[in-house]
């Protein structure tokens, strides 16, 4: 009925490495029927600290089969059997994946003695195999080898069998069960407690350090997504490993779950998300007054915690764009940085400049013409509150981007003046904007019905 497995392994995912050592005991819940135990070339050379940890040599697996000569009895021993190991799905993703390339598609159910030992004896300062053994007194022979930890695996398995008053056993084994696929450090409850609303999860290393952020229309199916499969790359299975604890925060709308992801990982900059994290080489418009009184455009990077009076990407829009500026609004190509050196000033040969540069134009009026094409700029940009349904029935949810920049979002009263931006300030968060969110509030602009301008 059960086949109690230990590999030995050349790292930490199948993916890039493999199996140096392979057991399998088979156990009918009272006594061992079957023992099988190889070593096996893993066809790639075992790091010098995995060698001091197993004692397998190079030289030891060097004569031993490959796992495609002795797939075939490993998958009959496997077949049909419910797959028992300390942290189940790191010895069963090797085992798959291995399986997988010799051509045996491997389904089993699973049982984790990791898991069913925090549920059957919980308490206890460590489930380590090591740690766990030695809590039971149950003495392991051949600590890091195959046999050694799939035999106490065994003995350890035989108590958890004895103890289990609550049926927490054939409550892992049940169709629709999630135990065969959660982290092995994280509670099913954890997950059963999640909602099926729009929002945001963090999923939480043991010392509760955030390590991941998402999104999800649906948190409770979203986070339950994560742990199906067998992936055998290195990212997934040190990502199972580290997740102890799920939070999350409820949105009322899929949009509002995004911005807040989007807000999230840049705060947190969580070490398992990657999208997101590159830098933001955008550029801006500066405005800044010089010692003569003139106000002053400068193109510049973005940075942190700047507010320019306007974003682009690319450094070649707004060149075009400073120069539409100066053409339109009279401005000065040098007070604007666009020309250097001594020379005659271009503005004043076109004719578009009236002499700020030489101190023939007073600030006051050049500065005039500043702001205006400042208010020009910013009269482009989309002022839109996206009005969508709230948590309940007795509010809304508003997001304000105010001339193409992202004021924040909340959830207002159904009685307030939705048109009046001024009535909805108080009821909404402010975050701080990034590329992401003025992307996605830009084509959510020009694409929904469930849009209405501010007053």
């Not at 796992?67 to 010895?91: G, M």
């Not at 930890?149 to 629709?176: C, H």
């Amino acid at each position: 009925m059960y086949a109690i497995v230990d590999i030995e392994t050349t790292g930490g995912h199948a993916s890039a490495n493999g199996i140096t050592e392979i057991a399998i005991f088979l156990f009918d819940g009272n006594e061992v029927t079957q023992h099988y135990h190889t070593l096996v070339n893993p066809g790639t050379p075992i790091p010098y600290y995995i060698e001091s940890l197993t004692g397998i040599s190079n030289s030891m697996v060097a004569d031993a089969p490959p796992f495609s000569a002795v797939a075939p009895l490993i998958y009959e021993l496997l077949h049909n059997r419910i797959f028992v190991a300390h942290n189940v799905n790191f010895d069963y993703s090797f085992i798959k994946h291995g399986l997988a390339a010799a051509g045996y598609d491997l389904q089993c159910k699973k049982l984790c003695t990791v898991r069913l030992g925090r549920k059957i004896f919980p308490g206890l300062p460590s489930y380590s195999l090591g740690n766990f053994c030695r809590q039971m007194n149950i003495p392991v022979k051949d600590r890091h080898r195959a046999t050694g930890d799939a035999e106490a695996t065994v003995r350890l398995f035989s108590l958890l069998l004895q103890n289990d008053k609550e049926k927490m056993i054939a409550a892992a084994l049940k169709s629709g069960s999630k135990e065969q696929f959660l982290p092995p450090n994280l509670e099913p409850a954890v997950v059963k407690k999640l909602p099926d609303s729009p929002g945001v999860y963090y999923f939480h290393d043991v010392k509760g350090k955030v390590v991941y952020v998402g999104k999800a229309k649906d948190l409770k199916k979203r986070v339950n997504s994560h742990f199906t499969g067998h992936s055998a790359g290195r990212q997934r299975q040190n990502f199972l490993r580290t997740i102890h604890n799920i939070t999350y925060q409820e949105t009322a709308t899929e949009l509002m779950a995004c911005i807040l992801e989007s807000v999230e990982i840049k705060r947190l900059w969580p070490a398992f998300n990657t999208s997101q994290k590159r830098v933001e080489f955008r550029y801006g418009f500066y405005l800044f007054e010089d010692q003569e009184g003139y106000l002053r455009l400068a193109i510049e990077k973005r940075r942190k915690f700047s507010h320019p009076v306007h974003s682009f990407n690319l450094l070649i829009d707004g060149h075009r764009l400073m120069r539409t500026l100066i053409r339109e609004f009279h401005l000065c190509p040098r007070l604007c940085f666009l020309q250097k050196g001594n020379g005659t000033c271009a503005g004043i040969t076109a004719g578009t400049c009236y002499g700020a540069c030489e101190k023939n134009e007073n600030p006051g009026s050049y500065n005039e013409r500043v702001k205006t094409a400042i208010a020009f700029l910013q009269e482009q940009q989309p002022s839109v509150t996206i009005l969508d349904k709230g948590r309940h029935g007795g509010e809304k949810s508003c997001i304000l981007m105010e001339k193409g920049r992202f004021y924040g979002m909340g959830y207002v009263p159904l009685h307030i003046d939705t048109a009046d931006t001024e009535q909805l300030r108080p009821h909404l968060t402010q975050y701080p904007e990034n590329e992401v969110i003025i992307s996605l509030l830009r084509q959510y602009a020009g694409n929904s019905r469930q849009l209405s301008s501010p007053a």
